[in-house]
């Protein structure tokens, strides 16, 4: 069963509000913290901490990696996946 696949990303991402936040406000979309600290109204060093995190796991990555500012985030596959599995669990 694919969740049983993805079940330690999973409860990763739902043992924080703010992981869970940013994946769905990223959704399909190319995100830079600021923008999702903005529009969630979230402090931008927990938005960070959530990436950072979410990145570890590759759920989500950098499509500018060699920005040292105003880095871009998108989902990768995987967290496509995890995030269609989380929006059907709604």
Not at 5 to 30: H, L, P
Not at 46 to 55: N, P
Request: glycine letters at 2%.
């Amino acid at each position: 069963m694919i969740i049983k696949q993805y079940a330690e990303e999973i409860a990763f991402i739902k043992s924080s509000k703010y992981r869970e936040i940013v994946i769905f406000e990223i959704n399909d979309k190319f995100k830079m913290p600021k923008e999702i600290s903005k529009s969630r109204n979230i402090h931008l060093s927990e938005v960070s901490r959530a990436l950072k995190g979410l990145r570890e796991k590759k759920i989500v990555e950098v499509i500018n990696p060699d920005a040292k500012k105003s880095r871009i985030y998108q989902l990768t596959p995987k967290g496509k996946k995890i995030l269609d599995i989380l929006n059907s669990n709604k």
